[in-house]
């Protein structure tokens, strides 16, 4: 399978899940290369490349060797290696909790669908500069609003972004907003507004702890 590449290493590491319900989580992080969109604020640009080429065997090993019962499956775009996923996926202990952060544009297998514990699906709105008809596919989300272990995650700017995310009738209680922020200093500075916004619109607030922790360093 392809695996986003990081200082000339495949980006397997052992971190805190930093978004959605289960932020703080300790888990081991998989980056899966290439992506069918291409977000302008896109903070891992360099997984839309070729990545490095690991069996899911090793794959598996290197994930093992964490000692860890959680895995998040990221990308790029994780769902265009759909096969090579559930390969890999079907090598790991049962009791290992998999999430998968996915654009929401493509629909997962049924192989997927039975091994993944939490879906963490984050559609792109106007200013992630991709067109609503590329980025926002009305039946892979059906499909995600149909699993009560899938969570949407926005990334918003403002209160305008709310129409777009009601238009998509998405379960509500289900349904974070995360302030769009590329550093820590942007994200402290954009938190009370979209604070106001989750008040407004009684949905969660969704923190982006990698940021408030790490900055804007990688791999971690
Ligand atoms: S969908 Fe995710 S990985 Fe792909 S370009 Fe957008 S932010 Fe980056």
């Known amino acids: 399978m392809q695996i986003a590449s990081l200082h000339d290493s495949p980006e397997i590491f052992y971190s ?6 289960r932020m ?5 992080f998989l980056r899966l290369a290439g992506c069918n969109l291409h977000c302008s604020w896109c903070d891992t640009k360099y997984s839309w490349k070729k990545g490095v080429e690991v069996s899911v065997a090793d794959v598996a ?7 860890c019962k959680g895995l998040v499956v990221t990308g790029g775009e994780p769902l265009m290696q759909q096969e090579e996923l559930a390969a890999l996926l079907e090598l790991l202990p049962p009791d290992m909790f998999v999430e998968v952060e996915t654009n929401g544009t493509l629909i997962p297998s049924a ?48 209160e305008a972004d709310w129409r777009a995310i ?3 009738q998405l ?18 500075q954009a938190r009370p507004a979209v604070a106001e916004m989750c008040l407004r619109h009684r949905v ?17």
Do not use: C
């Not at 805190?16 to 319900?21: D, I, P």
């Not at 090993?61 to 000692?67: F, H, L, T, V």
């Not at 969660?204 to 971690?220: A, I, P, Q, S, Y």
């Open 171 to 188: 379960p509500r209680e289900r349904t974070i907003l995360m302030p769009l922020a590329a550093n820590r200093e942007a994200l402290a």
């Open 166 to 168: 009601e238009a998509l």
């Open 204 to 220: 969660r607030l969704g923190e982006r702890l990698h940021l408030v922790l790490w900055d804007t360093k990688k791999g971690v």
């Open 16 to 21: 805190l899940q930093g978004e959605g319900v």
């Open 61 to 67: 090993a290197r994930i093992g060797s964490y000692d």
């Open 24 to 28: 703080g989580t300790p888990a081991v």
């Open 111 to 158: 192989d997927l669908l039975a091994r993944v514990g939490q879906w963490n699906v984050s559609p792109k709105l106007y200013h992630s500069g991709n067109v609503a008809e590329t980025a926002l596919q009305a039946d892979a989300l059906a499909a995600f609003a149909a699993l009560p272990h899938a969570w949407f995650k926005f990334v918003v700017q403002g």
